[in-house]
Antibody, heavy 118, light 105 residues
Framework: EVQVVESGGGVVQPGGSLRLSCAAS????????MSWVRQAPGKGPEWVSA????????YYADSVKGRFTISRHNSKNTVYLQMNSLRADDTAIYYC???????????WGRGTLVTVSS | EIVMTQSPATLSVSPGERATLSCRAS??????LAWYQQRPGQAPRLLIY???TRATGIPARFSGSGSGTEFTLTISSLQSEDFAVYYC???????FGLGTRLEIK
């Protein structure tokens, strides 16, 4: 069964940092791009960042560029999201997503909640 | 930047009836469109990709159509589990619409 499981969420003060992890199983991890998508309370999904299978190319939404870094460790079947300089408007559920080669968000994890608050 | 606009924001339909949801792109996106369903407390789930191809395990009562800038998701006979929020997405640019809430009439 194809599965992705997020971890690492929590409560952090404005200006703080957090690293999210996503463990994947059930597919050849290095063959697929992976993304992070977030959803603020009561809002629609917002794509945050993506990384291709080899890890050599990354993409970011303008709202997080320069603050967030996506990476992957293919031998561990894990993708990460390092989040720095966090702001209140980064508060959301963060979903890890397995994409198809075309970029379709095919498989979603259950999400991990990040709350930025003093 | 491509903007995805969904209508209506809320749709009230009786169980067993047909529901038609619309999604419009601000510029032509060919058939690079996906539809997702999100039930309360759950992650979004892929329903349709390529504008009209059902994802694995999705019932045949869900169908998608359209190309260019105008797209439609049709649910032919609503079941209780279909009342949820539906999002369209242009997956080449990762742009999501704001969603249509499908509620029981």
């Amino acid at each position: 069964e194809v599965q992705v499981v997020e971890s690492g969420g929590g409560v952090v003060q404005p200006g703080g940092s957090l690293r999210l992890s996503c463990a994947a199983s059930g597919f050849i991890f290095s063959n697929y791009p992976m993304s992070w998508v977030r959803q603020a309370p009561g809002k629609g999904p917002e794509w945050v960042s993506a990384i291709i299978g080899s890890g050599t190319t990354t993409y970011y939404a303008d709202s997080v560029k320069g603050r967030f870094t996506i990476s992957r460790h293919n031998s561990k079947n894990t993708v990460y999201l390092q989040m720095n300089s966090l702001r209140a408007d980064d508060t959301a559920i963060y979903y890890c997503v397995k994409e198809t080669p075309d970029g379709v968000a095919a498989v979603w994890g259950r999400g991990t909640l990040v709350t930025v608050s003093s | 930047e491509i903007v995805m606009t969904q209508s209506p924001a809320t749709l009230s339909v009786s169980p067993g009836e047909r529901a038609t949801l619309s999604c419009r792109a601000s510029q032509s996106i060919s058939t690079n469109l996906a539809w997702y369903q999100q039930r309360p407390g759950q992650a979004p789930r892929l329903l349709i990709y390529g504008a009209s191809t059902r994802a694995t395990g999705i019932p045949a009562r869900f169908s998608g159509s359209g190309s260019g800038t105008e797209f439609t998701l049709t649910i032919s006979s609503l079941q209780s589990e279909d009342f949820a929020v539906y999002y369209c997405q242009q997956f080449k640019s990762w742009a999501f619409g704001l969603g249509t809430r499908l509620e029981i009439k």
